[in-house]
């Protein structure tokens, strides 16, 4: 229900707000030194602005509640309530609630947020996991504020044709990166692929069968230290922030090795091997992220599991990268991976967000296969598209000479990409 505002500029708005969020949005606004009006305003056009899905909150018992807000601005909102199916009072719930979270009080010291878990994966093999893993673990750990730089830049000079494949106008793409932060951060790359593409592409030597690995720890065959394993990324655009964990061939067999191991120990839990190991590590790293096999096995449900929603973790924080390509056997392969991540949400009942798809090695050349794919991919009902990348050349000469793409050509357009697909993965 809206009422005209006296000096016409704003409507007064009637709707219910649980009464801890309504005390905890007064404090917060009062500590930033904002009208509450303000505030409202701000979290219901954040809300309404991302694609990610809301974190339910619980609002039984919420009370009344009135702001003014500008024309227009709550018939918006309630449009966008309605197309995803959440009443009006959980929609105000929910953007209250992530404004809070995206303004913390200044008299409290910030608290710890769980490590963030990438895992980029898809069934089919040959369609670039390994080459979006090791260029989006780059842009995080680069030196701060050179990849901001570099991304305005390439966005300003993007043609009408490449907006046009991304489904994104300038002014779009400017606002999802208009406060681009990463770089800086210590980032752990883990190469869990038994091909080893990512190892031998840095010039890092695989563990050989039989030593300690992620293999072993993750099937309680190891009693060293992991950390032991890791090796630096040694160039000065990464600070010393960047570590690979090496592959092993032994990873051909974790599949088997799982199901032993949990047919022969008691309490076994197959899905979170991969947590078991990576979790010491955590305390190190602000990012891990996974270059994952072709698998659709016991490996691939111990790295989604991984990936999952934590408790209290907020939505899109971690998740899976899909990366994919503009033709039919990599949807197929979408489907499979899509329904897998469905059986284990449903079995284990947790949540695995999806924070996007990169469509690789687009060829326009290839004409309709490769534009109508690309419609397709777009009008996905689930992630959203966040990036489009071409089979360009600078990827294939940072591997022959066996450097990261970022500090091989920082300022490619596959590099950028990769620093887009930083920006707006989970978004």
Not at 282 to 304: F, H, Q, T
Request: hydrophobic share 40%; with cysteine; aromatic share 6%.
């Amino acid at each position: 229900m809206a009422s005209p505002y006296p000096d016409g500029d704003r409507e007064k708005v009637a709707s219910k707000l649980p009464s801890a969020l309504q005390q905890q949005l007064k404090v917060r606004a009062a500590e930033l030194t904002l009208d509450i009006q303000d505030a409202v305003e701000a979290a219901i056009t954040a809300w309404r602005a991302t694609e990610r899905p809301g974190f339910e909150v619980d609002t039984a018992g919420a009370k009344s509640f009135s702001t003014w807000l500008p024309p227009g601005l709550y018939e918006d909102f309630k449009d966008t309530c309605t197309q995803r199916n959440v009443s009006y009072t959980q929609g105000l719930a929910q953007a209250v609630r992530d404004w809070l979270d995206d303004h913390p009080s200044p008299t409290q010291a910030a608290r710890p947020e769980e490590t963030r878990r990438i895992v980029v994966c898809n069934q089919k093999g040959g369609v670039g996991k390994t080459t979006i893993a090791a260029g989006t673990a780059e842009a995080h750990a680069e030196t701060p504020g050179t990849g901001a730089k570099y991304l305005h830049q390439f966005i300003a000079d993007l043609t009408q044709t490449e907006l046009d494949r991304l489904n994104r106008t300038r002014e779009q793409l400017a606002a999802t990166v208009s406060e681009y932060t990463a770089g800086g951060q210590n980032v752990l790359l883990v190469d869990y692929d038994p091909q080893l593409h990512l190892s031998k592409q840095l010039g890092i030597t695989p563990i050989p069968v039989g030593e300690e690995s992620l293999v072993r720890h993750m099937t309680g065959e190891a009693d060293g230290d992991l950390r032991n394993l890791l090796v630096p990324i040694d160039d000065p655009r990464f600070g010393g922030r960047l570590h690979v964990l090496p592959g092993t061939r032994e990873a051909f067999l974790l599949d088997s090795k799982l199901a032993l191991t949990a047919a022969q120990s008691r309490g076994f839990q197959k899905e979170s091997a991969l947590e078991r190991a990576l979790r010491p590590l955590e305390a190190d790293y602000d990012v891990i992220i996974i270059d994952a096999p072709p698998s659709l096995g016991l490996s691939m449900d111990a790295a989604l599991y991984y990936a999952r929603r934590r408790p209290n973790e907020k939505p899109g924080r971690s998740g899976v990268l899909i990366p994919v390509q503009s033709e039919d056997s990599s949807a197929d392969a979408y489907d499979m991976l899509a329904e897998q991540i469905e059986d284990l949400e449903e079995d284990l009942h947790l949540a695995i967000d999806q924070l996007g798809i990169v469509v690789n090695l687009f060829d326009s050349r290839r004409g309709y296969i490769a534009t109508s794919s690309l419609e397709e991919w777009h009008n996905l009902e689930g992630p959203t598209v966040v990036a489009v990348l071409d089979d360009l050349k600078e990827q294939r000469e940072a591997v022959r000479v066996k450097r990261p793409l970022l500090a091989y050509d920082p300022a490619s357009k596959q590099a950028n990409i990769m620093r887009l697909i930083v920006a707006g993965a989970g978004r």
